[in-house]
């Protein structure tokens, strides 16, 4: 099988991963930092193959030279609201309506009376839907904090070219969901993009960090996503894509091979530091390749 133009290196014994037979979403997983150093290092083999790059950062110790860094931190003023986002034409109206029915627990009919509201003109930011003194107002105010008034104020960012996320400083794991799923949003779309979220369990953890993983996952052409993160989590085990095993307690390591189907045997050979196991699933076979990380993880 010839490898597609975007095939990487991701073991030194000449292992490659590629989008294009593999699957478009990589999982790494791995003890410490070894997950961030491998993020980072891919990120870079994508940018060398003209892919521009988008990162997702709770570690804050993502390498590489953005365009756009956005360093998150809780009280920032961000103009991070879905509603004025979608006037700026990041995505529709219906969108940002959905984003903040997650965020607030929104029924359906009080959903729809905010998109209606906002089609109007009646509203053209989350908190003039706090004010507006309807019914979903209310509901909006059982969750609503300083935080999200806070994240919303100001006008919203331009995304352009290579963009860094850094949520590094940003305490609030609720605050991590709700700028998780909204850039999910603004992002989803975007092709010949390298797309990276580490640690995924954490960026995944609250019920809106969860809507965003698969805006993010979802094959489409011309992207590809890898997601590294120090917990097996079944939410992450369970996404389709082959997977990376780095170093990690025995336990975790049998965890991540049982999930993919390898059999027990030579093939679940334990994986020591600066060593990898590509895991690769198709429909007739499970096939595990074992090697050392490339120079540039290390």
């Known amino acids: 099988m010839r490898p597609s133009r975007i095939a990487v290196k991701v073991l030194e014994e000449e292992v490659f991963y590629d989008p294009v037979y593999h699957g478009r979403t990589l999982k790494v997983f791995g003890m410490d930092d070894y997950p961030v150093r491998f993020l980072s290092y891919i990120a870079g083999q994508y940018r060398k193959l003209g ?11 993502v390498d590489g030279n953005f365009d756009t860094v956005l360093e998150i931190r809780d009280g920032g003023n961000y103009g991070l609201d879905p509603i004025k986002l979608s006037k700026a034409g990041y995505f529709d109206p219906y969108t940002a309506v959905t984003i903040v029915q ?13 998109y209606v509201d906002v089609l109007l003109g009646k509203v053209s930011s989350v908190p003039e839907a706090v004010k507006r003194n309807e019914k979903y107002s209310e509901v909006i105010l ?17 995304f352009e070219g290579s963009v860094l996320v850094d949520m590094g400083e940003t305490h609030s794991i609720t605050l991590v969901g709700t700028v998780f799923l909204t850039l999910s949003a603004v992002f989803e779309r975007r092709r010949n993009t390298f797309v990276g979220l580490v640690d995924g369990a954490v960026l995944g953890y609250t019920t809106a960090g969860s809507a965003g ?3 993010l996952t979802r094959p489409i052409k011309h992207r590809v996503t890898v997601i590294g993160s120090q917990y097996a989590v079944d939410s992450l085990l ?13 336990d975790i390591q049998s965890l991540v091979y049982e999930s993919n189907g390898v059999p027990p045997g030579p093939t679940r050979k334990f994986v020591a530091k600066n060593m990898g196991a590509l895991i690769i699933r198709s429909p007739e076979s499970v096939d595990v390749h074992h090697g050392e990380l490339p120079e540039g993880v290390l």
């Open 213 to 215: 993983i698969p805006l």
């Open 51 to 61: 892919y521009s790059a988008v990162v997702f950062d709770t570690t804050g110790r």
């Open 238 to 250: 369970n996404l389709a894509g082959p997977t990376l095993l780095l170093y990690h307690d025995p």
């Open 102 to 114: 997650t965020l607030y627990g929104l029924d359906r009919s009080l959903t729809e009376r905010l």
């Open 142 to 158: 059982e969750s609503y904090t300083a935080l999200d008034e806070a994240l919303y104020s100001g006008e919203p960012p331009r």
